[in-house]
DNA sequence: ATCCCGAGGG
DNA sequence: CCCTCTGGAT
């Protein structure tokens, strides 16, 4: 067995069905609570996302919202006033150049304020296009696990992961990453006692 | 005290 | 490329 085959279905016992722990009933609400996770954790998104939704259900409602009361209910999120202004400014764009619909394309994705690449790929992956997100959890545990170099820029990991891994498997692939990366290959103090993985990871040579 | 589940701007 | 925005986690 390769070595790629073997982290594959090491993470596969790892993680048998990744699910995201963002909860969505429409693209609409998809496409702002990941928005809104950049730098926050689910939990934080999670405790916001009732009352936003409740407040400003649709992209029309939103866009209208006084910033002092968007900056309000994102607070506990950190980064509370761009993401305020940046939600505002994508649901204007979303009715006026969308039809209040979410796109599924890249470029108009990425074209949203609030909106960059790993974003853009979180996204699309939900919507079943296949596509690798590249956060730093899936950096961090690419790097480790040799599948890029230490100093490779998340672009280029996307890119190496891209052609590393069977299309069929990108989705799931880092879904388990970004689970592993999280909860047991910490970038602080990664739990290696006992890792599977630990056969194919130069940690901490680096 | 320090790092971090990003993106935009200079 | 490097800085900033912020609360949360450790």
Redesign the pocket.
Known sequence: MGRVKDILSKLDALYADPKSELHHRSDFELLISVIL????????VNRVTGKLFQQYPTAKAMSKAPQASLEAVL????????KAR?IKKTCRILQETHGGDVPRQQTALEA????????ANVVLSAFGIPRIAV???VA?VSKRLKLAEWEDSPRTVEKKLMDALPKSRWTRTHHQMILFG?YRCR??KPACEGCPLKPWCRYPDI
């Open positions: 996770s950049a730098q926050a954790t689910d939990a934080a607070r506990p999120l950190g980064l509370y006033k761009n940046n949203l304020p609030g909106v960059g690449r790993k974003t956060d730093t959890h961090r999280r970038s602080r």
